[in-house]
Structures are given as C-alpha cells and as structure tokens.
C-alpha cells in the first residue's frame, strides 16, 4: 500500500510539474506574440511620422511656388 501510496504522489508531483511548464510556455508565447505586436506598431509608427514627414515638406515646397 505504501508502494501505491508512493507512485501516487509522484504521478502528482509530476503532473504539478507538467502543468507549471505548459503554462510557463503558454506565458512565454504570450510575451513574445505581445512583443512582435509592439514592433509592429513601433514600425508601423515610425512609417506615420515619415509619411507626414514627407507631406509637410511636399506642402512647403508646394506654398513656396504659390505667389
């Protein structure tokens, strides 16, 4: 019985273990799908601000050829 009584607890002590690191991975994965989401958005930002950039010197040129 105390054999049983042994394997049982490791079986749990094992599944403890199991779970821990498939939530470990679960929250790893979520940090890194919310990192590349932030490059994204960081890349995405940086293309705005050129954009604009590009058009106000567009519009300047454009005001200094009008009379």
Excluded: G, S
């Amino acid at each position: 019985m105390a054999e049983e009584a042994k394997r049982t607890k490791l079986a749990e002590i094992e599944d403890v273990d199991r779970e821990t690191a498939e939530r470990k991975a679960e929250i790893m994965w979520d940090i890194e799908d919310k990192q590349a989401i932030y490059r994204q958005e960081a890349v995405r930002e940086a293309d705005l601000k050129r954009d604009m950039e590009e058009e106000q010197e567009r519009l300047e040129a454009e005001m200094k050829t009008v009379p």
